[in-house]
Structure formats: C-alpha cells, structure tokens
C-alpha cells in the first residue's frame, strides 16, 4: 500500500489527533509479532476492537514508518503516514469495530537486535516502534501478543503463556493478557533462557529467568525475591493485581529495570553472585519493579507532571522492602543519603517541584520517595495505608492525577495537608529541615551524627570515640570513622587501622581498601588479608594498591588472583590481566595471549559493561589494533546511550593518531553502512 501524506487531510484530521481519547477507546489488540534478527526488521498481524465515544470520521493509531496491508477493513480506509495509521470511516458513537491489518516495520529504537537476544524497551511512549498501538497512556488496553521466534529460544511477554505451536521451523509463543494496559508496558524477550518457578503465598505464581551459564547465580541473583513480593502485598493492602509474575535479566539493557506489566526486564549486570551480592545486588531494583505493578502499571498517571506517582511510589515501596530486609538503620541510612543529594542540588539553587514534568529522576525518585515518607510520619500509618489502599481499588486499571491521591489522603486522614502540598510537592527547595528532624528519630542516624561531627577535631580529640567506632562498628559510622583517618600520620593511625581490619566487618574493611593509599609495613599482613574479602570491590582496590606498593611481591598477589573474575564486567580479570602485561617479570611468555584476551573483551559478543571496561584499558596500554578499532566503531552507535557517548569521546581521541586513523579508513569497507555514514560524518 502506498504511503499517502497530504495537507488536506492534516487538516481534516487535527481535531481528532487532539481529542483521541475523549473519541475512542482501544479495548484490545490481538498481536502476532515476528522479529528478523537478520534483517532487524519485524512484521506482524494485528486485530484491533475499539469502541467509538463520540461521532468521528478518522480514529489513528500511533505507527513510527509502519509499511501497511490490510486484512479486514469492513469499510474503513486505512492511510499510512510517517508516525500514524489512519482508519477513515463515519463511525458513529457507542458503537463497536474491528480493524485487522498486517504491518512491517524497521524500528530505530525500542526493539533491539543482540547476538542471543532480541528484547523491547517501550520506556514512555516508543512502543509503536514495533506494534501499532497508542503512545497516550490514558487508553488502556488488554495486549495478547503472540511472538513467532527459533524454536530452540524461550519466549517471554506479557501475561500467562497459553501455548507453544511449532510450525516448521518456528514456535509460535501464545501469551494472554487479563486487564488492559498502557500502551509503553509491552514488552516481549527472546533468548536462550531456562526459568525457575517460585510461588508467593497468595499463590501467584513468579517466574525466574537466567541463562544456563548462570545457573549457579540464580539464588544469589533471586535472594529475597519472594519476601519481597509478599511483604508488598501485605505492606500495599491490595492483592498483586495480575494473573502472573516473571523477572528477565537483558543483556546491553538501556536502564536498571523495566516493570513491563507482569514482565520485568532488567539488566544482567545485576546477576549476582554470593561475593558480588554483598556490593552490587538486585535486591533495590527487584523490589522498585515489582511496585510498580501497582504504582505505574495498575494506575498510571495522566501525564508527565505526576511522574512521582509512579517512581516516588516505587522508590519508597521498595525502601520499605529493604527496610524489612535490612533493618531499620539501613532504611534511615538510605533516606540520609538522598537527602544529602536533594539538599545539595538545591543549594545550588537546582531545586525541582515534584510537579515538574521536566524534572530529574532524582527528584522524582528520592523528593517523591521523601514525600510519601514525610506524609505518612504526618497523618499516621493507619490513614497511610487506608489512603493508599482506596486509591489503588478506586482507580484500579485507569489513570490518575495528584489530586486523586491527595483526596485519599485527606479523607482517611481528616487532614486538609495543604502545608505539605506547598512544602513537598510545589517547593522547588528541598525541605532540609523537616528531613533531618525526621532523620534524627532513628538512635542510628543520631550516633552517625555524632561520629560525623568528630571530623573538625584533631585526631588527638578524637582518638578514643574513632576506636570505639571501630571496635563495634555499624557498617555506616565505622566507614565514617575510617574516612577520618585519611591524610593523618601512620604511626598515631596505626592502631586505629588495625582495630578497623581485626572488626571483621566487610564495609569498614572495604572503606580502608579504598581510602588507604600508602601502606605502611606494619600493616601490610592486615591489608593482604583484603584479597580474602567476599567483595569484588574491595579485592578490586587491595590488588591494585598491593601490586603497586609491593612490586617484589607482584607474582604472589596476581597468581592468587588469577582465577577470579569479579562482577559481570569482568572487573578483577580485566585489571589481572593489565598488570600481568605491566609487569616486566610476570609471565613473559604469555604476554600476547594476555593482550588477545584483553582485546577479546572489546568485541560486540560482549556485554557494554565488559566492552568499556576493557576499551579504557586498552586506552591506557596503546593496545589498540585492527580488531579493537573496528569494535570500538561499533561501539560509538550502540543502543545505550551512556555507552556510545563514552565510545565516541573515545573514538575522538583516537582519531587523533594518523596511525590509528589510518587503520580505521583502509578498514572502511568491512564496516556496516550505518557504521561507514557515521565515519564519514567524523572523517570530514
């Protein structure tokens, strides 16, 4: 079907491209969705049901470059335009239609194509990337998608799956859907995942994705995921609100988590595990997601202005998760911490109102977590939890506004509240007194304060309450008391040091790891003993600084190390392996086999996280090589942002020696064409 645009019917039509959803409503879609990874394209089939409100000749639906065939039209005309499907017929009110149309597209974002995964990211509004749907989030509507993928790759999407139908060499993933959504939510994955199942104590039944090569990191990964989802439904006082639950780790995934509807993605780097639990774990962003399902996906905000109805939700829910977990002190511990960060963007005159569209994620996050916290503190648990459980059943699977929770608050409370509108949802100011004061309601925080005030005295005038910190230390204040040792003179710190290591506790250990730049001999057995720590971040730190400080020992400290791995990116192999190359004595005849690997992890079969970390050690030895820089080409025009951003500056400088530039224009041919377009564009 040709692509027709014309001004006329712009014009015809702008009425109704204002007014959409006070003239339709989008009851159901019915998808079959076909990803070519060879082709990075998809085609589909979709029947659409829809009721028509009010008397309209032209509904749209939201299409980014969708070329169009239609099925069953009955009557209607169906026109392409660059971001619209248009369906052109006399539709009367309170009536009901079908429509059905194949589509083919090849999106430029929101559907991403990786060596074993192919995965969407809706994020707002781009999932009419893909999917012919309605990027408004006031039309919400049941999606049952039907995903055609190898028949060897697991499927995951939104909803229960209802049947697998083999077809030659295709499997025909069958997922249904119960309650509507909104359009951004969703999602499918394909990729080579096996799942376990787990079951909260309402019965829901939670699915548990990871690849065969992490089998052994799916408890660790997974840990407490159960607590959290029933200590949610407890906490929130309304039943989880869908017929099932499941949790994808995504390779190269553009953000932390994504709560697509009963289909949470999030990204690998958070497959954990037992050592790199203890200090980059997904327990934060897998409570975050799973609130959601209430706060986002079962009421949605109306528009970008009550953001924080979504995220602050989340983010405090899931503080509250944690709180559960972890205690008290940590709850505390996180609510200082963001405070710190909302009182120093808001010295710097950087405020923003939580009604702020445009605001930061910070504000929406942590101000929106700060404020449901503050609220609660005002008007009582009781009222808390009646307000959030009458918002959550009176506005269930619709849209809402402010106004809407705030007129819960205020009928389980009694209370007007517009103080605390004025000071926590249209101040641009952080309110930093009123923060602190309830800081100070935990015996932990007011410790802290104390141990933080001792930061002005001598260490003569301090000596004796930095032990005691050390000796019994809380994880917070005895990384404060280790900080406070910086800069001061060994023989008079000594002790203090070797009270901080014989403590046992990983995070004070971890705090001398990082911050003790010069190791004196006396302490040098203690320091050693960091290797030993069940944290990456601190082997990390303690293999470098030994190496560095005892170079006679640098064969003994690399092959004690020479097996670990670290974190997902590989973060104590890929500095193992920089020193084995620096070190003139360390295994001499293997040098190339240790450059090769090196280079090896610049390579686009390797997560983004794996990739930068070895492209900035490769920076820093001038190991570049034909390989590398033809990978760090394809680096610079990756999907995630932060990456290609960091790739590009990199390619910049490399750019620079005629050598290496020369490399890259001789190798021009063997790069893709969006690869040579982007060359060319840095080339002039």
Do not use: C
Not at 131 to 140: A, E, G, R, W
Not at 324 to 348: H, I, N, P, T, V
């Amino acid at each position: 079907m040709k692509r027709v645009v014309f001004v006329l019917f712009v014009l015809f039509v702008t009425y109704s491209y204002g007014q959409q959803t006070e003239i339709v409503d989008f009851l159901k879609v019915a998808a079959v969705i076909e990803p070519i990874a060879t082709e990075k394209k998809v085609t589909g089939t979709a029947l659409y049901t829809f009721n028509v409100l009010k008397n309209t000749d032209s509904i749209y639906l939201d299409a980014k470059a969708m070329r169009v065939n239609p099925i069953a039209s009955k009557g209607l005309t169906i026109l392409e335009a660059e971001d619209k499907i248009w369906l052109l017929k006399k539709f009367d009110a309170n009536t009901q239609h079908t429509v059905s149309f194949s589509f083919e597209a090849t999106p430029k974002q929101s559907l991403y194509f990786f060596e074993n995964q192919i995965w969407t990211q809706g994020q707002g509004k781009y999932t009419s990337h893909w999917l012919p749907s309605i990027d408004d989030m006031n039309d919400k509507i049941e999606f049952d998608l039907t995903v055609v993928a190898p028949p060897e790759k697991t499927v995951i999407a939104n909803g229960q799956l209802i049947s697998n139908k083999f077809k030659g060499n295709k499997n025909y993933s069958r997922f249904n859907m119960q309650e509507p959504m909104a359009s951004y939510l969703v999602a499918f994955a394909i990729g080579d995942f096996k799942k376990k199942t787990i079951y909260s104590n309402s019965n829901i039944p939670i699915e548990l994705y990871y690849e065969a090569k992490d089998s052994v990191k799916v408890e660790p990964t997974y840990r407490h995921t159960k607590e959290i989802f029933d200590f949610l439904e407890s906490e929130i006082g309304v039943a989880y609100p869908w017929q099932n639950y499941k949790q994808v780790p995504i390779r190269d995934f553009l953000y932390a988590g994504m709560e697509n509807t009963t289909a949470t993605f999030f990204s690998e780097a958070f497959v954990s595990d037992s050592i790199s639990f203890s200090d980059r774990n997904y327990v934060n962003v897998n409570a975050h997601e799973l609130a959601h399902q209430w706060f986002g996906n079962l009421v949605t905000e109306t528009e970008g202005i009550h953001h924080w109805l979504q995220e602050g939700f989340a983010t405090y829910f899931a503080l509250l998760a944690e709180k559960e977990l972890f205690g008290d002190d940590y709850y505390y511990w996180k609510l200082f911490q963001s405070a710190e960060q909302l009182k120093a963007l808001s010295d710097e005159g950087k405020g923003e109102s939580l009604l702020n569209a445009k605001a930061s994620s910070l504000t929406f996050y942590e101000k929106g977590a700060w404020a449901l916290h503050i609220l609660r503190a005002r008007i009582g648990d009781e009222a808390f939890k009646i307000a959030i459980v009458n918002y959550l059943e009176k506005f269930r699977f619709k849209n809402v506004t402010t106004k809407d929770f705030l007129d819960e608050a205020r009928a389980a409370s009694g209370q007007d509240l517009k103080e605390f509108e004025a000071d926590w949802l249209y101040q641009s100011a952080f309110k930093s007194e009123q923060a602190y004061k309830s800081l100070m309601e935990s015996p932990f925080i007011k410790k802290y304060f104390e141990v933080a005030a001792l930061g002005s005295l001598s260490l003569r005038e301090k000596k004796l309450q930095l032990k005691t910190a050390l000796t019994f230390p809380n994880d917070y204040i005895g990384q404060e008391a280790v900080y406070q040792l910086v800069g001061e003179p060994f023989p008079e710190t000594i002790a203090l040091y070797k009270n901080g290591f014989s403590s046992n506790n990983l995070y004070v250990r971890q705090a001398i790891a990082l911050s003790l730049e010069s190791i004196p001999e006396e302490l040098k057995e203690e320091y050693e003993s960091l290797l030993n720590d069940a944290s990456y971040v601190t082997q990390e730190a303690a293999l470098y600084t030994l190496w560095s400080q005892f170079p006679e020992n640098g064969s003994i400290y690399l092959n004690k190390m020479r097996d670990v791995i670290g974190f997902q990116n590989k973060n104590i192999r890929q500095l193992w392996l920089v020193l084995a190359l620096v070190d003139p004595t360390y295994r001499i005849a293997d040098k190339e086999e240790f450059k090769n690997e090196l280079r090896s992890y610049t390579a686009p079969t390797n997560s983004f996280e794996i990739r930068e970390t070895a492209f900035g050690y490769i920076n820093e030895l001038q190991l570049w090589d034909k390989s590398v820089l033809s990978n760090l080409v394809h680096a610079s025009l990756h999907p995630s942002w932060r990456f290609k951003k960091s790739a590009r500056k990199l390619l910049d400088s490399v750019l620079k020696n005629e050598s290496y530039k020369n490399e890259i224009i001789n190798g021009m041919e063997t790069y893709s064409e969006e690869e040579k377009a982007y060359l060319k564009i840095k080339l002039q």
